[in-house]
């Protein structure tokens, strides 16, 4: 089945620096990744998809990029704010598995000010 | 508001006294599942729903039960639980769907401990 390894597992950047966190999925056939970000004491919620039809998607501050090739993809946050401090989940759905989500092991991001 | 709903946010229970977790979505889903994440593993999941009285085994579905037999509710079962399910359980809604995939909804967690 499909497996998911994020990296890195901690990730401290002072505020107003980029932060970059990678996945590798191990099935060729998922074609759905989400980004999930966990606030302390919450569930997760998404901050940005990508289909393996596109190669990167932008929204404001944040974007992923995707390697179908290479089976990765990352999710960069430009100008990170304190606010941005939270533990992040990527995931990848195999497509024959419908909704199914397999969720990489988080990435705890530290913004210091 | 739209939401996922689990009750208790919190529990604390000993061996084999069996247990529910209650989940409930307002968003008229048809997709519903539960995930447990411990430290180091992420989120796993236990079973999940395509639809009413429509199961399915996730990854780790041992010791768990579940029922779908409203659209709204999907509670998860813990006949006897032991030691190693203390975790933190989330539930999650989305619109469904097998080969068009959807943000997925959480609910807030409920956190369990087993002595």
């Known amino acids: 089945g499909e497996n998911v390894e994020q990296h890195p597992s901690t990730l401290s950047v002072q505020e107003g620096d980029s932060a970059v966190i990678k996945c590798t999925y191990s099935?060729?056939?998922?074609?759905?990744f989400p980004w999930y970000k966990q606030e302390l004491g919450k569930g997760p919620q998404l901050i940005i998809d990508i289909r393996s039809n596109v190669g990167e998607k932008k929204d404001q501050r944040i974007a992923v990029t995707l390697n179908k090739t290479a089976k990765h993809f990352s999710l960069h946050i430009t100008e990170t704010q304190p606010e941005d401090s939270a533990v992040y989940f990527c995931?990848?759905?195999?497509?024959?598995?419908?909704?199914?989500?397999?969720f990489g092991a988080g990435t705890i991001l530290r913004v210091k000010s | 508001e739209a939401q996922v709903t689990q009750n208790p946010r919190y529990l604390i229970t000993v061996t084999g006294k069996k247990l529910t977790v209650t989940c409930s979505q307002n968003m008229n889903h048809e997709y519903m599942s539960w995930y447990r994440q411990d430290p180091g593993l992420g989120l796993r999941q236990i079973y999940y729903?395509?639809?009413?009285?429509?199961?399915d085994k996730g990854d780790v579905p041992e010791g768990y039960k579940v029922s779908r037999k409203e659209k709204r509710n999907f509670p998860l079962i813990l006949e006897s639980p032991s030691p190693n399910q203390t975790s933190l359980y989330f539930c999650a809604s989305g619109w469904g769907g097998t080969l068009i995939l959807n943000e997925q909804f959480f609910g807030p967690g409920t956190r369990l401990t087993v002595l």
């Open positions: 995931a990848a759905s195999p497509v024959q598995y419908g909704n199914k989500l397999v």
């Open positions: 729903s395509m639809n009413v009285e429509v199961t």
């Open positions: 099935d060729s056939a998922s074609n759905y």
